[in-house]
């Protein structure tokens, strides 16, 4: 090897051993790139892309999930809400002089009336029924809040005005 870094000595073949060549000469051997490694290159590239447009646009995609979330929230929202009209009208029924048998209708009452006042929660629709008329409650109330693609349903009891929730589940529109 000469110690010129502008010189190089070539050894690989018998043709051209032993022979010095100038650095520009070996520069017009190596220029571009392999027509492999642009093959492989567009591949990668194709590979990734098509990672990408799938979690995208797929079934499972990032702006599915985050409309799933905001419905289940916005039902959240309006469970917590219901909550506590149910905590306040049940205060309100043992402050007063309301009987134990009482509580519960004079809870589903309360928040019959404030549920028929503002029926919209964010985006979650509320409806309460079942209970009969609000003058003469004879049944359990049935709460059920609804989104585009989710609902929830809940009752308040009429022995006691406690309110319980089912679980989150798809709305089926019919």
Known sequence: MVSNSKWIKIKSSNKEKGRVLKWKDLKHKINGITLIALVVTIIILLIVSGITINGLTGSNSTPDKVGETKQKRDIGVAQDQIGLMVLNAKTEAYVGTETTNSVGRT????????????????????????????????????????????????????????????????????
């Open 107 to 174: 809870v589903i009452k309360a928040v019959a009336e404030q549920i028929q006042k503002k029926n919209q929660y964010d985006k979650a629709t509320v409806e309460i029924t079942g209970f009969g008329d609000l003058n003469n409650i004879t049944n359990n109330a049935t709460i059920t809040i609804s989104t585009m693609d989710y609902k929830v349903i809940g009752t308040i009891a009429i022995e006691n005005g406690s309110l319980t929730w089912g679980e989150i589940e798809d709305n089926i529109q019919e």
